[in-house]
């Protein structure tokens, strides 16, 4: 089976964006805030955390929708081991 891709997906400029969208800084533009070196690095963090956020939630509904275990079988196990322990051996 091969392995998923665990590699973060680069941070793009609409994840910045929505990171000072959701910083609510009044008085500020994007542009002045990308200007701030200290301002840059928060809404950096800030759009790592949010893509981050992303790709988990994707991830995880990748997971869901492949194969559900465990896997539904109609046909009973051939060989019961624990009834074969106990000595029940009807089969």
Request: aromatic share 8%; proline share 9%.
């Amino acid at each position: 089976m091969p392995r998923a891709n665990n590699t973060l997906p680069p941070v793009t400029d609409d994840h910045r964006r929505a990171a000072f969208a959701a910083m609510g800084w009044i008085g500020w533009t994007y542009e002045q805030a990308m200007a701030d070196p200290v301002r840059r690095r928060v809404l950096e963090c800030r759009a790592c955390h949010m893509r981050k956020q992303q790709w988990q939630q994707a991830r995880r509904q990748q997971r869901w929708t492949r194969t559900p275990w465990p896997p539904k079988t109609s046909a009973r196990p051939a060989f019961d081991m624990k009834r074969a322990a106990a000595g029940d051996r009807d089969d």
